[in-house]
């Protein structure tokens, strides 16, 4: 059964890979970490909001 | 999902052993306060969940399962309390029985024992709201709408997706502050390079002629184009002017350091106090500092619940939900210290802007410092700036700026008390030094230009990077909240027609038109109702108790409906509708049938006309509904037999199950001979526990009765009623012929029963006594309206008599004259 988070992921994810604002390779890691069934970390999104580039935030 | 089959229970609540039979059924069970109805419901909840939602939330505290779920008597031998669920598992259209003892709730045995029948049960095991009791239905509607957001939310499981929506805004939160430090490095790094310049902005063809100035001098090929890559010391040989200084800049450098120095004492004086205000207020009212210092503390902790266990302590906790709405509370208490908490931190942000810009002026004069021999201060100058990168740290935490009250109130800054004469010898020494070679000059000021120009665009890479990284956190959070608003909005709008239509059909009767509205938003779902089309109201505003009890029903059945949709096939509804009245209750037991055709409903009421209801509205049957006479501590629920009692029997013995056929008539035996005691005023044996045996009881009753006719006959002959003093006597004289019969057959009742006899009773031992049994009790009840006859008024008796009044029977005797 397909609860309602799994349903607001996916619309997320979708929305988000239809979004001209965001690149495509931080939309793929966002996509890992949230299918991935872990509990999201906010470090963990900051490193894939900025991780598109090639310089990390330190 | 789930369908009940029967139940076992021993030793579970009030309950010492019982079996019931649901075949999957809805069935009703009905009985008075106390007669142990809602043990039932426990531990059907339990054997499903591992839990008993009664021994939970608020005013259960210092309650569990381990400690209050076994029988009274049984605390210090828990093995001896357990449940045993034959269940049918919709999902795989299969059966399976689940053992679950209550001294380790969280396991459970199950036969057979595959995968995916453990995998059904464990996901049934995660829904304890299948139980709703009247204690909680009052929670979706007589409660503020941010507590009944919270229920709603735990209900539909959404407390992931709040934890996700939070875990987005601290992302984006985190990358705003990184923002705002990257963009204050942009600020440092542009100002040291338009000091060293000295341009009045940073424009590539101010900095192309600046430079090519320089280079010409040195006789380099002039820049003409300025690129990614641009170096503004090309063509240097290596090392030429690193080891020195560029003497004008350097002056312009400690010049610099020199005169923020002279103001440090009032950089920042406004946010310095501003914090300082809020820090005197904390100080002011402990109380509110309290719930500041437990709020980061709280807010950390909250982030670190995974499983039902007190993160610091290890304190175990019924289930996580449990922990986090405790925490939660704790939360919501210091809105308050919260709004400080934000001041602090919004004042802690601007100071740091300052403080970066300051530091930035530190590094070129140590650098400078050491260059020309005046290693102390150089060391002092590292010293302190790496002590102002830690402040810088401490800026971006509330509870650390707390701590920083001295050192803001004395200067934050710190300034080394030698610093400032230091900088100032510095500036002479320089000074008085040699002017340098124009050749020298060109090469370090080239070199120093390359340096700060690196800096510079490091610092705009970074902040490009975070800038896009705020922005995209901006954009993701900003998508998942409206991806959420939109599902929840979609969500609430069909539990709120689903409530409407069913609290209609409800009340349809006076409420024909009525209609709900759930409003979301950020941390709150409103409830308002429309009462009798004056406009929308609160629930309790103006709908009376009964209505609101129904509203919460409704409310719930509509959520469950959303959250399982065709796989709600199992509820377990505890007394839930006791204000309900009468006509609205038949009609709750329509919409359960017409709506829920497919969902097993077990309803517990101490209602008897309600149970009546149900019957005649067809939602259970006569087979389907269980009575709870009484209950004795002892003994658990005293169940009365169905009217189906007879072929069930019969059914038994055709199978050769003469010990449940002997349990089902002792059973009904125990239930029919109390009900008679009462009923016709007879006089076992006093117990004071009131755990009155069978054979006291039937003894008493066959005496009272044979009595009673006895008295019926006489009265009869006084009046000349013929054919009633003849009815009468054949009465008297039936029962003294059973009597000696029915001790024997007693004997072999209770011999079936309690002694190990099984081997001696067969088929045809036990049918002779089962017939016997039933020809008595028809003795005792009215062949037309089926009720057990009574007597009027019960102390003195003067009708002998039934429901109907088809047996009517005067027991005074016509005074003589």
Redesign the interface.
């Known amino acids: ?1 397909t ?3 799994q ?3 996916e ?2 994810l979708t ?2 890979a239809q ?1 001209k ?3 495509p390779k ?1 939309v793929e890691r ?1 996509r890992v970490l ?1 299918t991935s069934g872990k ?4 470090q963990e ?2 490193t894939a ?2 991780g ?2 090639e ?3 330190k | 999902m789930i369908k009940l089959e029967s139940i076992h229970i021993e030793e579970v609540r009030g309950i010492r052993k019982l079996d019931l039979d649901f075949g999957k059924k809805t069935l009703a069970i009905h009985g008075p306060n106390g007669s142990g109805k809602s043990g039932i419901i426990d531990a059907i909840e339990f054997g499903l969940t591992g839990q008993m939602g009664r021994l939970m939330g608020r005013g259960t505290k210092g309650l569990s399962v381990a400690l209050h779920g076994p029988h009274v008597d049984k605390v210090k031998f828990p093995d001896a309390a357990f449940v045993e669920l034959k269940v049918f598992l919709t999902d795989l259209n299969k059966s399976a029985t689940i053992t679950r003892m209550v001294s380790s709730p969280k396991k459970y045995k199950v036969n057979p024992d595959d995968p995916d029948i453990r995998a059904a049960l464990d996901e049934v095991g995660e829904h304890p709201e299948i139980t709703l009791s009247r204690r909680e239905i009052l929670r979706f509607i007589l409660v503020e709408p941010a507590k009944r957001s919270d229920e709603i939310q735990a209900l ?3 407390e ?2 709040g ?2 929506r939070r ?2 805004q ?2 984006e939160n ?2 705003i502050r ?1 923002h705002n430090v990257a963009a204050n490095q942009v600020k440092s790094a542009r100002s040291a390079l338009q000091l060293h310049l000295q341009i009045p902005a940073v424009k590539t063809d101010a900095i192309l002629e600046v430079a090519n100035k320089q280079r010409k001098i040195l006789g380099l090929t002039l820049i003409t184009d300025f690129v990614k890559d641009t170096n503004l010391a090309e063509g240097l040989s290596a090392g030429a002017g690193s080891t020195e200084f560029n003497k004008e800049s350097g002056l312009r450098d400690v010049k610099a350091l020199s005169e923020a120095i002279n103001i440090a004492a009032s950089l920042g004086k406004t946010h310095v106090d501003a914090i300082l205000q809020d820090l005197a207020r904390l100080e002011n009212e402990p109380e509110l500092l309290g719930a500041f210092r437990q709020r980061s503390f709280i807010e950390q902790g909250l982030s670190f619940v ?1 499983k039902a266990e007190c993160p610091l302590c290890d304190a175990p906790w019924p289930d996580v939900e449990h922990l986090r709405t405790h925490i939660k509370a704790k939360l919501a208490k210091s809105e308050q210290a919260k709004q400080i908490q934000d001041a602090l931190l919004k004042n802690g942000a601007l100071l740091a802007g300052k403080l970066v810009q300051f530091s930035a002026l530190i590094q070129p004069v140590a650098k400078l410092a050491e260059t020309v021999g005046e290693k102390e201060l150089s060391g002092t100058l590292t010293t302190w700036k790496g002590a102002l990168d830690l402040l810088n740290i401490d800026l971006g935490n509330a509870e650390k700026v707390r701590k920083l009250k001295s050192r803001l109130r004395d200067g934050w800054l710190q300034v080394p008390d030698t610093v400032a004469a230091s900088v100032t010898a510095l500036d002479e020494k320089i000074k008085a030094g040699p002017d340098q070679t124009a050749t020298l000059a060109a090469q370090t000021f080239l070199t120093t230009a390359q340096l700060r120009l690196g800096d510079f665009q490091k610092a705009l ?2 902040n ?3 800038a ?6 901006r ?2 959070h900003a ?2 909240v ?3 608003e939109e ?1 929840l909005n979609a ?1 609430y709008d069909v539990v709120q027609k689903d409530f409407s239509t069913f609290y209609r059909e409800l009340n349809g009767s006076d409420e024909s038109g009525f209609t709900a509205k759930l409003t979301p938003s950020a941390a709150s779902v409103t409830l308002d109702v429309n009462f009798y089309d004056r406009g929308l109201f609160p629930p309790a505003a103006y709908h009376s108790e009964g209505h609101q009890d129904g509203m919460g029903v409704c409310l719930y059945l509509a959520l469950m409906r959303r959250l399982f949709d065709k ?1 709600f096939t199992l509820s377990l509804l505890d007394d839930v509708v006791m204000s309900v009245d009468t006509g609205h209750r038949y009609e709750f037991c329509k919409l359960l049938k017409s709506e829920f055709a497919d969902t097993q409903f077990i309803v517990t009421t101490h209602d008897r006309m309600w149970a009546e209801q149900m019957k005649s509205a067809g939602l259970v049957t006569g087979k389907t509904s269980v009575i709870f006479f009484s209950w004795t501590i002892d003994t658990g629920p005293l169940v009365q037999s169905n009217d189906g009692i007879w072929k069930d029997i019969d059914a038994a013995l055709a199978k050769g199950n003469v010990d449940s056929a002997a349990a089902a008539l002792r059973r009904h035996l125990e239930f029919v001979m109390r009900v008679l005691a009462d009923q016709l005023g007879a006089r076992p044996q006093f117990r004071s526990d009131g755990s009155y045996e069978l054979d006291d009881m039937l003894s008493s009753v066959l005496k009272r009765m044979k009595a009673l006719w006895g008295d019926a006959a006489k009265s009869a002959e006084s009046w000349g009623k013929t054919e009633a003093q003849k009815i009468a006597n054949e009465k008297k004289q039936f029962l003294s012929t059973c009597d000696a019969a029915m001790r024997a057959e007693q004997w072999a009742v209770n011999k079936a029963l309690h002694y190990n006899a099984w081997a001696d009773f067969g088929k045809n031992d036990f049918v002779p006594v089962v017939a016997a049994f039933k020809e008595l009790l028809e003795c005792f009840r009215c062949p037309i309206c089926d009720s057990w006859l009574s007597v009027l008024p019960k102390q003195s008796p003067k009708m002998l008599l039934c429901t109907c009044s088809d047996i009517s029977f005067n027991l005074i005797a016509k005074p003589k004259d």
């Open positions: 059964m609860t309602l988070y349903k607001i992921g619309e997320f929305r988000l979004s604002e965001i690149e931080k966002l949230i509990k999201l970390k906010v999104l900051v909001f900025t598109g580039d310089n990390e935030v | 539909l499981k959404l992931r997706i934890e996700t875990v987005l601290a992302a985190q990358l990184q995974e890479r970074h490009d990077t975070v896009k990284g705020k922005a995209t956190a954009a993701a998508i998942y409206a991806v959420l599902e969500l796989r």
